[in-house]
């Protein structure tokens, strides 16, 4: 038996391939889910009971979808890669080294972009261990498993990710300006497990060929290679623009998929600003109207 993804030699049995981590159960699911995946981009592939396995490892998702927490079992001397502090919980043999990915140049580009410097690599030693991830803020979790393709994600939105997928940051120019995100998205391409974070749930939306659609720049978490996209103010007009409370947005062209997030950081931050000690209250008492 051969695999249908990469023909590599299979042995008799064999939930998934060694060689790629193709799913052979792959083709069932899809025959009886048809829309799983989007035959113009290759989809986004998210198991339905957020659970799944590849090359040299196996993940479920908990808690889904406020508090959501990755649990990846990793085989003897097998790896996951995570951004610097996503980390949770870990079997005692799992060796943790923290590296600058891409060198000082690939470091400056991160921080630049709003992420880590540094890079988590979590190894398992001597046998199998596990490793557990949650992002710092309230949310869902979505287990992409990717199959040679390209995604870009929110600096923020990157979680963790197979040893084998290549994660650059990206300089996009005025085109990456993602409302106070800075000027680099994460470019991430190959076929692993990508873990994704967002803050509330995640939503999906998938775009036909030449479908149109906007979404605040604040709520975007990843989207396939597959989709262009521009930013345009989201009204005509500037003033209109900022009186709309929206700003900029970005406008995606089919085909391809989007993950979006059903609630926007920065606004939430704005809502609670009145809640926090004003700088110019003297003693650092609480700037709050108490009413009367």
Not at 58 to 63: F, G, K, N, R, V
Not at 158 to 176: C, I
Not at 260 to 287: D, M, Y
Request: glycine residues 16%; charged residues 15%; neutral net charge.
């Amino acid at each position: 038996m051969n695999c249908p993804s990469c023909g590599a030699a299979l042995k008799p049995g064999a939930k998934f391939c060694g060689g790629c981590g193709f799913r052979m159960d792959a083709g069932q699911e899809n025959a009886a889910q048809p829309n799983v995946t989007s035959p113009q981009g290759g989809g986004i592939h998210i198991d339905e009971d957020a659970r799944g396995q590849g090359r040299g490892y196996s993940y479920e998702i908990l808690h889904q979808p406020s508090f959501s927490l990755a649990i990846v079992k990793l085989q003897a001397e097998q790896s996951i890669l995570a951004e610097a502090g996503a980390m949770v919980s870990m079997s005692a043999n799992v060796e943790l080294q923290s590296q600058m990915k891409g060198g000082l140049f690939g470091a400056i580009k991160r921080a630049a972009g709003g992420e880590s410097a540094f890079v988590s690599t979590f190894t398992a030693r001597g046998g199998a261990g596990e490793v557990t991830f949650a992002p710092g803020a309230p949310g869902d979790i979505a287990a992409i498993e990717m199959n040679n393709q390209l995604f870009f994600v929110q600096s923020s939105s990157y979680l963790a990710g197979d040893a084998s997928l290549t994660v650059d940051t990206k300089w996009g120019g005025a085109k990456t300006f993602f409302g106070g995100e800075g000027l680099f998205v994460m470019q991430v391409t190959g076929t692993g497990l990508l873990l994704v974070s967002s803050f509330g749930a995640i939503h999906r939306k998938r775009l036909q060929p030449g479908e149109r659609y906007v979404v605040d720049t604040g709520h975007l978490v990843a989207w396939e290679g597959t989709t262009q996209y521009t930013l345009r103010k989201a009204a005509a007009g500037f003033f209109r623009s900022m009186m709309s409370g929206e700003g900029i947005v970005a406008e995606f062209s089919g085909p391809g998929e989007l993950l979006i997030q059903t609630r926007n950081l920065a606004a939430f931050a704005g809502l609670l600003k009145p809640f926090f000690p004003s700088q110019g209250s003297g003693g650092g008492g609480w700037n709050v109207n108490l009413g009367g």
